[in-house]
């Protein structure tokens, strides 16, 4: 039996996608929670110094899309990525623009000033209360910067709010003919979608606009139901 371990922060929406991709292909995994006061440690392990990767069999695997790519090409059923090639094509772009869009909305609405402390210990809470302390004023300057600089984080609430409607109106339309996004079966894309969107719904922003959209909540259920979705 190929022994496969997943490093990882559980918050992670990119780590949250490894779960499940390892969940829906019935892949026997352990998890190692990687500490927060020892980020500096991962680029020993992983070159990009980024969460997730995994270790199958001695090898080192990073980048969330690299690791989906690696466990449908050793472990192809049940599929991911469609035969099609025009589908598979759609698949992929599709898992980009969730990866580098709608990531950039969830880490804006859940670590953003309204929602900070409610969802700041979901990263920090395994550290000691006195650097919690510490550590909160400057994780949450980071957030600010990272979404500042990438864009999103310069757009003022009302701005956001018409993104995010837009975006989940997109999704809704995008699954509404067979309930996936792409064809009629799950796929990468759906996965992907799904990992970043109900994180934005962590935050009252999202968790709002979700609210007038029951049929994007169902599509949540399905894809959480087929990937045995554990959410932090």
Same mark, same amino acid.
Request: net charge negative.
């Given at each position: 039996?190929?022994?496969?371990?997943?490093?990882?922060?559980?918050?992670?929406?990119?780590?949250?996608?490894?779960r499940r991709?390892?969940?829906?292909? &019935?892949?026997?995994?352990?998890?190692?929670?990687?500490?927060?006061?020892?980020?500096?440690?991962?680029?020993?392990?992983?070159?990009?110094?980024?969460?997730?990767?995994?270790?199958?069999?001695?090898?080192?695997i990073g980048d969330s899309t690299d690791i989906a790519l690696a466990v449908e090409a050793r472990v192809p059923s049940p599929p991911l990525l469609p035969a099609d090639p025009t589908q598979r094509a759609l698949v992929?772009?599709?898992?980009?623009?969730a990866d580098e869009s709608l990531y950039f909305y969830e880490?804006?609405?859940?670590?953003?000033?309204?929602?900070?402390?409610? &969802?700041?210990?979901?990263?920090?809470g395994t550290l000691p209360p006195d650097v919690q302390t510490m550590m909160a004023p400057m994780l949450r300057e980071n957030f600010k910067q990272v979404t500042a600089t990438q864009g999103v984080g310069r757009k003022p609430k009302e701005q956001l709010a018409r993104d995010v409607e837009r975006l989940f109106a997109t999704i809704e339309a995008l699954q509404q003919p067979t309930g996936f996004v792409v064809g009629d079966k799950l796929t990468l894309a759906d996965i992907a979608i799904v990992c970043q969107a109900e994180c934005i719904t962590d935050s009252r922003l999202g968790a709002e606009t979700l609210s007038r959209h029951p049929a994007l909540r169902?599509?949540?259920?399905?894809v959480d139901a087929l990937t045995h979705a554990q959410r932090v």
């Open positions: 039996m190929a022994q496969l371990t997943l490093y990882q922060f559980a918050v992670s929406p990119f780590c949250d996608k490894v991709i390892l969940a829906y292909k &019935n892949i026997p995994f352990e998890v190692y929670e990687w500490p927060l006061a020892e980020v500096p440690r991962i680029a020993e392990v992983n070159p990009t110094g980024k969460l997730p990767f995994i270790e199958w069999d001695g090898e080192i992929l772009a599709l898992e980009d623009w880490m804006c609405l859940r670590f953003g000033d309204e929602d900070f402390d409610r &969802n700041f210990p979901k990263v920090a169902d599509y949540f259920a399905r």
